[in-house]
């Protein structure tokens, strides 16, 4: 079973839109939490990190369910710009070690 | 503004080559770690390194060794390129004691082996 599983998509939607993504880990004792983003052919970068209480960046949401090993992005009005790939990562509470989702692909059309 | 920078951001090798890829950071962070990434697998560790001379072995080291003789800089070696190490090869750093407590990514390498 995977660290950190997420749906690849791709989600195609228009501008303006309100688009939700969705991971699970499978490590309870997970520490940390993260939504990076990566365009095509470039390296990631991170977009938010994800906090108990849940967190806000502009129009962007993070949730982080502990008990249900389930964390969620939320962006609201989308833009073009946001058509990227978005990937959910979880630092493990041993070695300082970071665990990757495979990745949704967010298509934001005109 | 932390930096990460690799070698190269391209390179083309034949089969059972040795091949090192470089990587810098400016940032005095303790971990570094080596990636690949291919399409629908995401980002694989190959290995990591928590301080000058030491490393441990992530989820898929065969094939591959690392070197670690100076705080900001993180080889990984191919000691006899395969075909199937054909990938992007993305490093990374972090800083454990940070208030970010994040990684932060070098551009890539995206390498081919024939």
């Known amino acids: 079973r995977k660290e950190v599983e997420q749906d690849p998509g791709p989600f195609n939607v228009p501008e303006g839109a309100t688009v939700a993504f969705n991971c699970t880990y499978s490590?309870?004792?997970?520490?940390?939490f993260f939504w990076y983003r990566q365009d095509c052919r470039k390296e990631p970068k991170l977009l938010m990190s994800?906090?108990?209480s849940g967190n806000e960046d502009g129009r962007f949401t993070a949730q982080l369910n502990r008990a249900s090993q389930y964390i969620s992005l939320l962006i609201r009005d989308s833009k073009l710009s946001d058509s990227a790939t978005y990937l959910c990562?979880?630092?493990?509470?041993?070695?300082?070690?970071?665990?990757f989702g495979s990745g949704t692909k967010l298509n934001v059309k005109p | 503004d932390v930096k990460v920078t690799q070698s190269s951001r391209y390179l083309v090798k034949r089969t059972g080559e040795k091949v090192f890829l470089e990587c810098v950071q400016d940032?005095?962070?303790?971990?570094m770690f080596w990636y690949r990434q291919d399409p629908g697998l995401g980002l694989r560790l190959i290995y990591f390194?928590?301080?000058?001379?030491?490393?441990e072995k992530g989820d898929i080291p065969e094939g591959y060794s690392v070197s670690r003789e100076k705080k900001e800089r993180f080889s990984l070696i191919l000691e006899s390129a395969s075909t199937n190490q054909t990938s992007m090869y993305l490093c990374?750093?972090?800083?454990?004691?940070?208030?970010?407590?994040?990684?932060?990514f070098g551009p890539g390498t995206r390498l081919t082996v024939l």
């Open positions: 940032m005095d962070h303790e971990n």
């Open positions: 990374a750093s972090s800083s454990p004691g940070s208030s970010t407590d994040t990684q932060y």
């Open positions: 990562v979880v630092k493990s509470y041993n070695f300082n070690k970071f665990y």
């Open positions: 994800v906090y108990s």
């Open positions: 390194s928590y301080d000058v001379k030491m490393k």
């Open positions: 490590n309870s004792a997970s520490q940390s």
